[in-house]
Every structure is written in structure tokens, then in C-alpha cells.
């Protein structure tokens, strides 16, 4: 059974979302800030967007602050640096409408291999395969957030495990809602920490478990927009997004690190 304290991943990974979840029980009505489980975030820029990330990534290891404009980020970067912090970006993906119908039809289209069952991680889920699950993502570079998280209590939104004959975790998406209720992006929600096993990608389980993902956070939790960050350089991630109308705009993550508290310099691939 879930416990509340109940983390997996590498150790700096736990360490970082024990610290994340215990800002967030202290800030979690304040109206600038969200959070789905890595980081406590800058929802959109504020005022003084450099003095309240430095505040968070001293505390957390690392902050994200999300629809920030790809033509100011220089001078918010140089801001950060002359503060001792490291930066780092990922490009602020957005899909709407255009990603349920894309998703849809990419359900309509294609099938998963036959071998391949879809699993929602929920409280009765035992710790082993919330552990190998959480070891996918860690192999593939993307960083977990709490099990509560995982299994769908403590937020809203969903874990989808694609399992093979075996019973073995072989891909995995997740979407949760992040952003303050009563702002502009209340109805935006993160999707995204796709992670499939080397040896069964190209087979489309990651388009499929991430429009079943799409399908079911627009259907059955009134989500109406998607949002993931993804590496210039990250080809699949981008391929797989452009497919689901999940598509790059004006924004950026913008995230500051203080890579001695973090122990490392990015937050996640
Ligand atoms: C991204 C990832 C989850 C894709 O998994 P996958 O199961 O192999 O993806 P799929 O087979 O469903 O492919 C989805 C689409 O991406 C395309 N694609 C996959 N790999 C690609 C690559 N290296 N270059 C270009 N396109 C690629 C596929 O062609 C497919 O598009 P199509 O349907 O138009 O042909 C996988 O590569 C992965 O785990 N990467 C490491 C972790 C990561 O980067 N996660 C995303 C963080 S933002």
C-alpha cells in the first residue's frame, strides 16, 4: 500500500523531492508557484522572476519558471549567473485541441505490439513495480516525481506503465496538473516523462501511451492543454510530440540549478 513518504530513483532524485514536497506543503497556496512532483516552480515570470527562482533552487537544488519568453531569457540567464547559479533550458511545448485530435487519431491509426498490455499505476500498485518503473525512467535520464504522485493520490493526474508478457515495465508517460487553480493556466497540464526501453523503441509504445495519456487527461479530467519541456537536440522527444500536436512556441523553461545542492547540473533530460 502507498505510503506518504514512499520515493524511488537514484539518491539524488529522492533527496531532491523530499526538499521540493517539503516547500511545496509551505507554499502551495501562493498563486506564483506550482509544482507536480520534481521542482516547486515560477508558474509564469513575475516581477522579480531572478530573485524568486534564485530563492527556490537555493532551497530546492534547481527551479524552473515555465512560459517564460524565449527573448528575455538572456538577461534573466545573466541575472542567475552573476548569483553563483548554473542555468539550463528546455523548449516550452504546447498542444491544445490539435493534440486530442492528433492523439485520437493516432489511437485510431496504430495498435501497440501484441505483446504489450497498458497499466495505470494507482494505491494498490505494489512498491516492486512502482520501483522498476521508476528505474526506466532513471535509466533513460528522466526524473520521477514521489510515488504518491505516481499513483494518482496526492494530485490529479496519472502514471501509464506499457508492460510486456513478463510483467516488466517497457515504457512509461505521465500527466498531471500543476498549474494554480485560478490562473490563466489552470487547465494547462504537464505531460510528458516518456521513457521507453532501448531495445523497444521505434515499435510507436511511446506515441501510443502518451495519446492514451492526452486522451484520457482531456476526457476525463477537463485538461485542455498539454505542456513539456524538451531539449533542442532531443530528436525523438520532438518527433513524438510534433505527431501529437504537442509543438514548440515563444516560451522557454527557463531553470536555474545550484549544482553543489542539486549534485548535478540539469534537473531531468
Ligand atoms: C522519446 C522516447 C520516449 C520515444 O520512444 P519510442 O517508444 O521509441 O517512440 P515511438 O516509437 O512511439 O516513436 C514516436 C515518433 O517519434 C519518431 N522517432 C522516434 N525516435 C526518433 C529519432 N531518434 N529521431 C527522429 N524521430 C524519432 C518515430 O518515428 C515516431 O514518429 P512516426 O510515428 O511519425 O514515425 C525514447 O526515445 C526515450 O525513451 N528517450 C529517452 C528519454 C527521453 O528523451 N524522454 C523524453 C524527455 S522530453
Known amino acids: ?40 516552480g515560477v508558474s509564469q ?20 519558471c515555465y512560459f517564460f519568453p524565449k527573448t528575455q531569457i538572456q538577461s534573466l540567464y545573466e541575472a542567475l549567473e552573476s548569483r553563483g547559479l548554473s542555468t539550463d533550458r528546455h523548449e516550452h511545448f504546447l498542444g491544445g485541441e490539435e493534440a ?15 505483446d504489450i498490455a497498458v497499466r495505470t499505476l494507482d494505491a494498490d500498485t505494489p512498491g516492486d513495480f512502482i520501483a522498476d518503473t521508476v528505474a526506466l525512467m532513471d535509466s533513460c535520464e528522466v526524473m520521477p516525481v514521489p510515488a504518491a504522485m505516481l499513483r494518482g493520490l496526492k494530485c490529479n493526474g496519472a502514471c501509464l506503465v506499457a508492460i510486456n ?15 494554480p487553480p485560478g490562473g490563466p493556466h489552470a487547465k494547462t497540464v504537464f505531460w510528458g ?34 505542456m513539456t519541456g524538451v531539449r533542442s537536440d532531443n530528436a525523438s522527444s520532438t518527433a513524438l510530440c510534433n505527431r501529437l500536436g504537442v509543438h514548440d512556441t515563444a516560451y522557454a523553461y527557463a531553470t536555474c540549478v545550484d549544482v553543489e545542492t542539486l549534485g548535478r547540473k540539469s534537473i531531468t533530460k
Open 45 to 64: 515570470p513575475v516581477e522579480d522572476t531572478a530573485d524568486v527562482m534564485s530563492a527556490l533552487a537555493r532551497v530546492q537544488g534547481a527551479a524552473p
Open 165 to 179: 508478457k513478463a510483467g516488466q515495465p517497457v515504457a512509461t508517460a505521465s500527466s498531471y496538473f500543476m498549474h
Open 100 to 114: 486530442y485530435a492528433a492523439s485520437r487519431k493516432a489511437l485510431s491509426d496504430h495498435s501497440l505490439p501484441v
Open 1 to 40: 500500500m502507498a505510503g506518504e513518504d514512499e520515493y524511488y530513483g537514484n539518491a539524488q532524485s529522492i533527496a531532491a523531492m523530499k526538499r521540493s514536497a517539503a516547500l511545496w506543503s509551505l507554499v502551495r497556496d501562493d498563486p506564483r508557484f506550482t509544482y507536480y512532483g520534481r521542482m516547486v
Open 193 to 226: 516523462m516518456l521513457a521507453t526501453r532501448p531495445d523497444r523503441r521505434g515499435e510507436k509504445i511511446a506515441l501510443l501511451l502518451g495519446a492514451q495519456m492526452i486522451v484520457h487527461m482531456w476526457e476525463e479530467k477537463g485538461a485542455r492543454a498539454f
